[in-house]
């Protein structure tokens, strides 16, 4: 049986069409996946800033370590925050108290500006940790 010559090329048409598309779709998964590694990220790092708060000596110690340790957290996990703000809640900071950790980071997304979306998306998080009960007071 002979091939029909009015079908030939159909094929590669078909292929430039479809491939556009294909493209798309697999850089749309490639978002969702980099926005929910950027959530999960985010919330880590709050936990484990806060866990560090908790750890500290005092309130001012603690919303330094909270700090540092969100930005290291981040930096680590190739987060790219155009801006962090961390913000520690020190109120009832004592043996028993609890220390509260909020972060917010803005990332950028500016490498898959191909699909049209939004250069930036923003992260928010909050942890609490319990201070320990049994903690010797700083100074004594």
Same mark, same amino acid.
Not at 46 to 61: F, K, M, N, Q, Y
Not at 74 to 79: F, Q
């Given at each position: 049986?002979?091939?029909?010559?009015? /079908?030939?090329?159909?094929?590669?048409?078909?292929?430039?069409?479809?491939?556009?598309?294909?493209?798309?779709?697999?850089?749309?998964?490639?978002? #969702?996946?980099?926005? &929910?590694? @950027?959530?999960?990220?985010v919330?880590? +790092? $709050? $936990?484990?800033?806060?866990? &560090? &708060?908790s750890?500290? +000596? *005092?309130?001012?110690?603690? &919303?330094?370590?909270?700090?540092?340790? +969100?930005?290291?957290?981040? #930096?680590? $996990?190739?987060?790219?925050?155009?801006?962090?703000?961390?913000?520690?809640?020190?109120? +009832? %900071? #004592?043996? *028993? *108290?609890?220390? @509260?950790?909020?972060? !917010?980071?803005?990332?950028? %997304?500016?490498?898959? #500006?191909?699909?049209?979306?939004?250069? /930036?998306?923003? %992260?928010?998080?909050? !942890?609490?940790?319990?201070?320990?009960? %049994?903690?010797?007071e700083?100074? !004594?």
């Amino acid at each position: 049986m002979a091939a029909r010559h009015d /079908e030939q090329g159909s094929a590669a048409v078909e292929a430039a069409v479809i491939a556009p598309a294909l493209l798309a779709l697999l850089l749309l998964v490639v978002l #969702a996946g980099r926005v &929910a590694q @950027a959530e999960a990220d985010v919330r880590r +790092a $709050a $936990a484990v800033a806060a866990r &560090a &708060a908790s750890l500290a +000596a *005092g309130p001012e110690a603690a &919303a330094d370590a909270a700090r540092r340790t +969100a930005a290291a957290e981040l #930096a680590g $996990a190739g987060v790219a925050c155009a801006r962090l703000d961390t913000a520690v809640d020190t109120a +009832a %900071f #004592a043996p *028993g *108290g609890v220390v @509260a950790v909020r972060v !917010s980071c803005t990332a950028t %997304f500016a490498d898959l #500006a191909a699909l049209g979306v939004p250069g /930036e998306r923003r %992260f928010d998080a909050r !942890s609490a940790q319990v201070v320990d009960r %049994f903690r010797a007071e700083a100074g !004594s």
